[in-house]
């Protein structure tokens, strides 16, 4: 009986293996080991989409590609947006944490989606300094809350927001096409 469940699990683990394969194939994602990285952690293409992580040490250290402490944090973020190839990219926050930026965040590339955990992913500043300006078309915001320094969007178009929350205003859905 202990073989004949052993030899089961096994076939379960293969035949998930095998599943998980396939679906990685036909989504295009393809895992690659960063040997350059201090805490070789792995990066995730999607297609040809490059994804960087962000998190707060105390809760990510040693997941995430770039780690901030709630100190000045618009540093980690800026350089994880330069760390985006000129076709752009997606930057992920992965902590439910407050941010604390000294400065505005910034980049001229297209096609870049800043992408948070919710109202959890809360980037503050003064409450009059914007926190981030998109610098080329295409850019899109995803479940975030800022301080009422807000998004500069006036440099892009093709943008969109999806459940972000500016001071005390929710965006469900927000785009310069939406009306």
Do not use: C
Request: proline letters at 2%; a negative charge.
């Amino acid at each position: 009986m202990f073989n004949g469940v052993r030899v089961r699990r096994r076939e379960w683990l293969l035949a998930n293996a095998v599943l998980v394969g396939i679906l990685v194939f036909m989504l295009g994602i393809q895992v690659v080991d960063r040997p350059d990285a201090v805490d070789q952690s792995v990066q995730i293409d999607v297609g040809n989409e490059k994804v960087i992580t962000l998190g707060h040490i105390a809760y990510a250290a040693g997941s995430v590609d770039y780690t901030y402490d709630g100190v000045d944090d618009d540093i980690q973020f800026q350089a994880a947006l330069d760390a985006l190839p000129a076709t752009g990219g997606r930057l992920v926050d992965v902590s439910a944490v407050q941010k604390n930026f000294s400065a505005t965040v910034t980049r001229a590339i297209p096609n870049v989606t800043i992408e948070g955990t919710g109202a959890g992913s809360y980037f503050v500043n003064d409450g009059g300094t914007t926190l981030f300006t998109a610098g080329g078309n295409n850019w899109v915001f995803e479940g975030i809350r800022t301080d009422a320094g807000s998004i500069n969007m006036s440099a892009t178009t093709e943008w969109m927001w999806t459940n972000v929350t500016i001071d005390t205003q929710l965006y469900t859905y927000y785009a310069p096409t939406a009306g």
